[in-house]
Structures are given as C-alpha cells and as structure tokens.
T-cell receptor, first 116, second 113 residues
C-alpha cells in the first residue's frame, strides 16, 4: 500500500521558537495533503488542507499565520508551528491522497510536539 | 457541522470474545466511512473503508456495517486477541471533493490475555 512518511516523530522545543514538520508521500504523488491535530483524549481535528502549488485551506479557528503550510512539490508538505507556546503541544499527523482518489487517505506516523 | 460519536469510550474484555464497537454521525449525507486503528504514539492504520452505497465490508476477523440513513456504523471483531488492543477510530468523509475526514474520539480497546 501507499506509504506516507512524517518527520520528526517527536520534538521538544522552547516557547517562542518555530518547529517544522515534514510529510512525504514515498511512492505516489499527492496533490492534496491534510494536517490534523489531536489533543489528549480528543478526536483528530482537521487543521488544514494542503494543495500543491497553491495556498492551503485552513479550518475555522486555525491561525494561518501561526501554522504555516507549504506544499511546494507533489511529494512534500511541511507544517511550521511559529512562535510555539505550551498550548501548541499536541500530536500532529498528516495524510495524503493519491491523485484521482477521493476515498482513502494514507496517514503518516505522526509527530508528538512538546513546547516547554 | 458533522459530528462523530463513538461508544463505548473504553472497553476491556477477555481474549476470545466477540465484540462490537459503535459509531454514529449526525449528517447522513456522507461520501464514505472508514475505521482506523491507532496504536499509542503512532499513526493510523486503515482497517476498513465503506462507500456510502455499501452496507458492509469484511477483512479477516473484522466486519464493518453501515446504515447511512440512521447515521450508524458498527465494527465487529471476532475472536479477539491481545494484539487487537489499540484505539479504534471511526471517520467519515462528508464531501466528494478534496475534503478531510471527521473523526470520532475513538474506543480504547484492551484485550486481556
């Protein structure tokens, strides 16, 4: 099956710094990738839809200037958490959908972000 | 706005039992429904995908049913094993375009050896 790789799997950063998370589709080209966030004991919540070559579409309540998304190639999308605060500590996970597919999305391993 | 609810939130049963996990969604106009497995600190593994026109899907010891009109899905696990211990997530895709998924909070399942 299709493979999506996410890096890093965990990261600890200081308040006020920025952190970049990468999401790569290893064996297919993904015109669309999705970024989700999961707080403890909560459901995965869609943050934004990343479209190759165009601006990301953010869900209501997600600050686009804080969570910068870049989808510069068909195999890579990045999420940068800028000026991180402790309340940004969460599990971030990406998914990618192969071209022509409107059904199953393949998920990365997730990134555990802890802001201290 | 679509909302997905999963019951129970947690379940602990002895090995070998058959069990049922429940999922309900508020907007019945879904495109498809998926069941995922999530292991601690790890990503998601897709278990079963049911299109809106389908009633059920089977994979090994897993069977998922879908009643779109009533907004319900069940995941049936036969002859449970300790390796089945994980969090099971239900997710629906509401639109047919480039839309993300709406997830439930999951059912945390423990199979006792």
């Amino acid at each position: 099956g299709a493979v999506v790789s996410q890096h890093p799997s965990w990261v600890i950063c200081k308040s006020g710094t920025s952190v970049k998370i990468e999401c790569r589709s290893l064996d297919f080209q993904a015109t669309t990738m999705f970024w989700y966030r999961q707080f403890p004991k909560q459901s995965l919540m869609l943050m934004a839809t990343s479209n190759e070559g165009s601006k990301a579409t953010y869900e209501q309540g997600v600050e686009k200037d804080k969570f910068l998304i870049n989808h510069a190639s068909l195999t890579l999308s990045t999420l940068t958490v800028t000026s991180a605060h402790p309340e940004d500590s969460s599990f971030y996970i990406c998914s990618a959908r192969p071209p022509g597919s409107r059904t199953e999305a393949f998920f990365g391993q997730g990134t555990r972000l802890t802001v201290v | 706005k679509q909302e997905v609810t999963q019951i129970p939130a947690a379940l602990s049963v002895p090995e070998g039992e058959n069990l049922v996990l429940n999922c309900s969604f508020t907007d019945s106009a879904i495109y498809n429904l998926q069941w995922f497995r999530q292991d601690p600190g790890k990503g998601l593994t897709s278990l079963l995908l049911i299109q809106s026109s389908q009633r059920e899907q089977t994979s090994g010891r897993l069977n998922a049913s879908l009643d779109k009109s009533s907004g319900r899905s069940t995941l049936y696990i036969a002859a449970s094993q300790p390796g089945d211990s994980a969090t099971y997530l239900c997710a629906v895709k509401t639109g047919g375009g480039a839309d993300g998924l709406t997830f439930g909070k999951g059912t945390h399942l423990i199979i006792q050896p």
